[in-house]
T-cell receptor, first 112, second 114 residues
Framework: QQQVKQSPQSLIVQKGGISIINCAYE??????FPWYQQFPGKGPALLIA?????SEKKEGRFTISFNKSAKQFSLHIMDSQPGDSATYFC???????????FGTGTRLTVIP | KAGVTQTPRYLIKTRGQQVTLSCSPI?????VSWYQQTPGQGLQFLFE???????NKGNFPGRFSGRQFSNSRSEMNVSTLELGDSALYLC?????????????FGDGTRLSIL
């Protein structure tokens, strides 16, 4: 059973556009939601993370929006650049258990 | 500050053999987690070690085991290899403790089973 559902599977965006990736979870015990970026041949790199006590967190061009009642969270990449082309994973974890449950990934392609 | 280092980067084994993978965490990090990444199943948690003790375990058979040393370095062992064990094995380190701390991944070991 997939603990975290991620969509879309792939996404093509024009340079300068906004990329939006969505995730949903069921386990209300989750209280930590990171996003990772992975390039081919590399391990996932932590981009940004949020905890449920805030509804939004912004770091540079990356923003996480969090909706606790809907059990959904999303990543927005503003002013998308070709260098952002990578696979993005959302994840969820809970305090006291250091294991993360990952979404299935979104392959983002930013066209120049 | 050096990142998470995994060795070797690539391994080719045959069915029935066993393999040991190594992970050196970021200096000062006491928690090491292992994940398996495959195209079909995605990223799946194997186990986590903190202060030389296994703290969490995922849903993998007993053929998958690990350990952590006093310097926080960790090894993962897979015995009686099967074709389905072909995957990218990723190690992640974090400060540890009871609350979720950011996990930082290495570039993984690509294991191919023939």
């Amino acid at each position: 059973q997939q603990q975290v559902k991620q969509s879309p599977q792939s996404l093509i965006v024009q340079k300068g556009g906004i990329s939006i990736i969505n995730c949903a979870y069921e386990n209300t015990a989750f209280d930590y939601f990171p996003w990772y970026q992975q390039f081919p041949g590399k391990g996932p790199a932590l981009l940004i993370a949020i905890r449920p006590d805030v509804s939004e967190k912004k770091e540079g061009r990356f923003t996480i929006s969090f909706n606790k009642s809907a059990k959904q969270f999303s990543l927005h990449i503003m002013d998308s650049q070709p260098g952002d082309s990578a696979t993005y994973f959302c994840a969820a974890g809970q305090t006291g258990a250091n294991n993360l449950f990952f979404g299935t990934g979104t392959r983002l392609t930013v066209i120049p | 500050k050096a990142g998470v280092t995994q060795t070797p980067r690539y391994l080719i084994k045959t069915r029935g053999q066993q393999v040991t993978l190594s992970c050196s965490p970021i200096s000062g990090h006491r928690s090491v987690s292992w994940y398996q990444q495959t195209p079909g199943q995605g990223l799946q948690f194997l186990f986590e070690y903190f202060s030389e003790t296994q703290r969490n375990k995922g849903n993998f058979p007993g053929r998958f085991s690990g350990r952590q040393f006093s310097n926080s370095r960790s090894e993962m062992n897979v015995s009686t290899l099967e074709l389905g064990d072909s995957a990218l094995y990723l190690c992640a380190s974090s400060l540890g403790g009871t609350s979720n701390q950011p996990q930082h991944f290495g570039d993984g070991t690509r294991l191919s089973i023939l």
